[in-house]
T-cell receptor, first 118, second 113 residues
Framework: NAGVMQNPRHLVRRRGQEARLRCSPMKGHSHVYWYRQLPEEGLKFMVYLQKENIIDESGMPKERFSAEFPKEGPSILRIQQVVRGDSAAYFC????????????????FGPGTRLTVL | RKEVEQDPGPFNVPEGATVAFNCTYSNSASQSFFWYRQDCRKEPKLLMSVYSSGNEDGRFTAQLNRASQYISLLIRDSKLSDSATYLCVVNDGYDFGNEKLTFGTGTRLTIIP
């Protein structure tokens, strides 16, 4: 069972370009989470999605950032008009939905995408 | 006040020693607690869940004190391979739909030969 897959692993963009980060959850997992880790800082929650639904986007910046998890295909985190402050490691995690478990389902993390904005 | 607070370290500890990390969290309604390990430039990996009754996994022991909102991790007989950043993690969700994890900034541990 392959783990969470993210691509690209490294992405370099110039200021003003768009960045698209992809995440394929583990097989059988229907929940996807995106976290951002700025240099020398802890991971910060961005968004929580299920297939075709955004459940919690309280950690997403109000502008330029969007996320989706379509019925088919990977989850996409999209950053428009990137700025230098967007340089960070972006981690995706997935978890299964276990009825009755609620909080406490383990989240499995992908290897991350390191975005560098020149 | 940070939601999850940890001493950033670094902790430089000789091989074979015992080391303890502490963490405090601000939300008294938090439901689930974890220690994750993160190696340099890698993804976080779950080390262990933390329960009020305490739990042990080999050389690792975790403890939760809900009254003090305090979580601890004890590593006995430390190995060189234990060198990593240890992340204290809290999940505030108590029902489906509130599953975000809140991470501390991590405590860096280096085991010295």
């Amino acid at each position: 069972n392959a783990g969470v897959m993210q691509n690209p692993r490294h992405l370099v963009r110039r200021r003003g370009q768009e960045a698209r980060l992809r995440c394929s959850p583990m097989k059988g997992h229907s929940h996807v989470y995106w976290y951002r880790q700025l240099p020398e800082e802890g991971l910060k929650f961005m968004v929580y999605l299920q297939k075709e639904n955004i459940i919690d986007e309280s950690g997403m910046p109000k502008e330029r950032f969007s996320a989706e998890f379509p019925k088919e295909g990977p989850s996409i985190l999209r950053i428009q008009q990137v700025v230098r402050g967007d340089s960070a490691a972006y981690f995706c995690a997935s978890s299964p939905y276990l009825p009755g478990q609620g909080a406490g389902n383990e989240q499995f993390f992908g290897p991350g995408t390191r975005l560098t904005v020149l | 006040r940070k939601e999850v607070e940890q001493d950033p370290g670094p902790f430089n500890v000789p091989e074979g020693a015992t080391v303890a990390f502490n963490c405090t969290y601000s939300n008294s309604a938090s439901q689930s607690f974890f220690w994750y390990r993160q190696d340099c430039r890698k993804e976080p990996k779950l080390l262990m869940s933390v329960y009020s009754s305490g739990n042990e996994d080999g050389r690792f022991t975790a403890q939760l004190n809900r009254a003090s909102q305090y979580i601890s991790l004890l590593i006995r007989d430390s190995k060189l391979s234990d060198s990593a950043t240890y992340l204290c993690v809290v999940n505030d969700g108590y029902d489906f739909g509130n599953e975000k994890l809140t991470f501390g900034t991590g405590t860096r541990l280096t085991i010295i030969p």
